[in-house]
């Protein structure tokens, strides 16, 4: 009998013990994919372009004008290169050459070139350059930005009707403490 008591104690005691053991398990698979969800939820609004337009004929016709536009920019080979000559780091100085170049590698002297640092998440953030030439194809400015992480740079450069749009992205560190 003092056998038996023994044994059903043990048996209970094992039972607790697997049945914690399942407890524990659901609550750590819970956890895992709660972490999991709220992680993928803070990258995709921390990444998030826009606004979603459900409206299919619109979203067509604007990706069928922007597909024009770039077979027009492929039509013309002009050669846009965009460079930032300093660290990126938020609160200094970005230092921005633009170099542009004609289908047949001349320069192109007389363009007029803008330069937008775009944060995809907050449009307050950007900024706009008007670049200066300094000649043989080579415009300059600067700018500073207010947050570290993913910014595109969209380059323009017009010379009288023909425009060019060249993107680029560009990673802003924070500044070292």
């Known amino acids: 009998m003092a056998n038996d008591g023994g044994e059903a104690a043990r048996e209970n005691a094992k039972t607790r013990w697997v049945l914690r053991l399942w407890v524990l398990a659901g609550l750590a698979f819970v956890v895992a994919v709660l972490g999991y969800s709220s992680a993928m939820i803070y990258l995709a609004q921390r990444d998030y372009p826009g606004s979603v337009v459900n409206d299919y004929f619109e979203n067509y016709e604007k990706f069928n004008q922007y597909a024009e536009m770039l077979e027009n920019q492929e039509d013309l080979g ?15 100085e970005l230092d921005i050459v633009v170099r542009a170049r004609y289908a047949d590698d001349s320069p192109i002297k007389r363009g007029t070139v803008k330069v937008r640092l775009v944060r995809n998440i907050n449009a307050r953030l950007d900024r706009k ?4 030439p300094q000649g043989n194809g080579r415009y300059t ?14 380059t323009t450069i017009r010379d009288g009707t023909k ?3 060249s993107r680029r992205y560009l990673w802003v560190e924070e500044p070292l403490k």
């Open 78 to 92: 002009w050669a846009l290169g965009t460079q930032v000559n300093s660290l990126p780091v938020v609160g200094e």
């Open 129 to 132: 350059i008007n670049m200066q």
């Open 141 to 154: 400015g600067s700018t500073t930005v207010d947050k570290p992480g993913n910014w595109t740079i969209y």
């Open 163 to 165: 425009q060019y749009i």
